[in-house]
């Protein structure tokens, strides 16, 4: 009896957290999207300075790379990763804005940026999302927590049932 209430105990409680992993996937998806919208203001900037000494973004990039100055080369090496970081951004903004309800937490947990999601951790706030992927999501949860209470209380049920005698071997 206590296995099944400690089961069902167990089942709401991981039924809650699951629930919200899509609503964490949202919140993910809003820092995202901001990110990729600073990324591309800072690229832009790069552009247009570039293009202000009519040069291409690459050729830009490898005058920086190519000079002497070292803070003039980290700079260059600092612009590469931001383009090559919002392509990547945008990339994965993409994907999640197109996938379907129960996909994006997947397409988040494929390819998602640490940087961004530790902000969105250190930010996050619990919410009861009324959606059909956090319902799925949440019953998917319960329902794997109940399933390994029930697994892990299982041999220990057996030995119970081993020590306690049945009333028809008592003699």
């Known amino acids: 009896m206590l296995a099944r209430r400690l089961a069902l105990a167990i089942a709401l409680i991981a039924g809650l957290i699951g629930s919200q992993g899509p609503e964490f996937a949202q919140q993910y998806r809003q820092r995202l999207g901001g990110a990729v919208d600073e990324l591309k203001r800072i690229v832009a900037e790069f552009y247009a300075e570039a293009a202000s000494q009519h040069l291409t973004p690459q050729e830009g990039v490898r005058r920086l790379e190519d000079d002497s100055d070292p803070l003039a080369r980290r700079r260059g090496e600092d612009i590469e990763a931001t383009i ?23 397409v988040m947990v494929e390819d998602f940026d640490p940087g961004i999601a530790q902000r969105t951790l250190d930010d996050y706030e619990p919410a009861a999302p009324l959606t059909f992927e956090s319902a799925v ?35």
Do not use: C, D, K, Y
Request: net charge positive; aromatic share 8%.
């Open 84 to 106: 090559e970081r919002t392509g990547r951004l945008q990339a994965q903004l993409n994907a999640m804005t197109s996938a379907g309800p129960l996909m994006r937490l997947l």
């Open 137 to 171: 999501v949440g019953g998917f949860a319960a329902f794997f927590g109940w399933a390994a209470t029930h697994l892990i209380a299982w041999p220990i049920r057996r030995m119970a049932r081993r020590r306690t005698p049945s009333i028809g071997s008592r003699a």
